[in-house]
């Protein structure tokens, strides 16, 4: 483990329980947390993006949607396969500066807009698939999010999320309200979505995280 993972686990092992930090673990800003924030999330959500990008099985012709692009490496590895837009939602100053930096492909468009309402951004039933990884856990009222997801998925379109409800139980609960994984999947199911989950164990402590797959019906109306 590299010597700055350590120090910044150091940190957050003494101020997780608080606002401040928990609000940096959900946009990063603050000077010192939010590298903090950043640097354990390049080292904690590295193999479980890439796990996912793999469970969901993208097409050339699919239309991605990503909340939380955080340091980009989902939306990266999502591009190399899908030739289609690809939407990407950073509401952090902080990770839209350093995606900015990147060399991002020509098809991915980085937004700042708050997730629970994309009517200025995405028409319905437009999206093929969505991500969100530790993302979930912030988003307040969770009822207005769930109705926008499935606004803009498309028939049959699907919810692809990625969490660690261990390691946030201790987080500020103001700041990251949702962190029942039967309430969220109740949440989501009570939108008219199909739901499943599953705890993935990728070998280390990092890498373990519960997998929520949650699908729009094919006879549902859009929007």
Request: aromatic share 8%; hydrophobic share 40%.
């Amino acid at each position: 483990m590299h010597f700055k993972v350590i120090v910044a686990r150091w940190i957050h092992q003494i101020l997780r329980h608080t606002h401040l930090m928990t609000e940096n673990m959900r946009s990063p800003k603050t000077i010192g947390l939010a590298w903090v924030a950043r640097t354990l999330m390049n080292y904690s959500n590295a193999q479980v993006s890439t796990d996912i990008v793999n469970r969901m099985k993208l097409k050339k012709t699919d239309h991605v949607l990503e909340l939380g692009v955080g340091n980009g490496l989902a939306i990266k590895e999502i591009a190399r396969i899908s030739e289609k837009q690809i939407i990407g939602i950073e509401i952090s100053k902080e990770f839209r500066r350093n995606l900015s930096r990147m060399k991002l492909p020509k098809n991915i468009v980085i937004l700042e807009n708050d997730a629970k309402d994309l009517s200025n951004e995405i028409p319905d039933g437009s999206i093929d698939k969505l991500l969100a990884i530790n993302v979930i856990y912030f988003l307040k009222p969770i009822e207005q999010y769930i109705l926008e997801f499935k606004r803009i998925l498309k028939k049959g379109g699907k919810g692809y999320l990625g969490c660690k409800f261990e390691s946030i139980k201790n987080f500020d609960i103001e700041v990251a309200p949702n962190r029942s994984e039967s309430e969220i999947i109740s949440q989501i199911s009570s939108a008219g979505f199909s739901v499943s989950s599953e705890f993935v164990d990728l070998g280390e402590d990092r890498s373990r995280y519960t997998f929520i797959l949650f699908e729009k019906n094919k006879e549902e109306k859009d929007g």
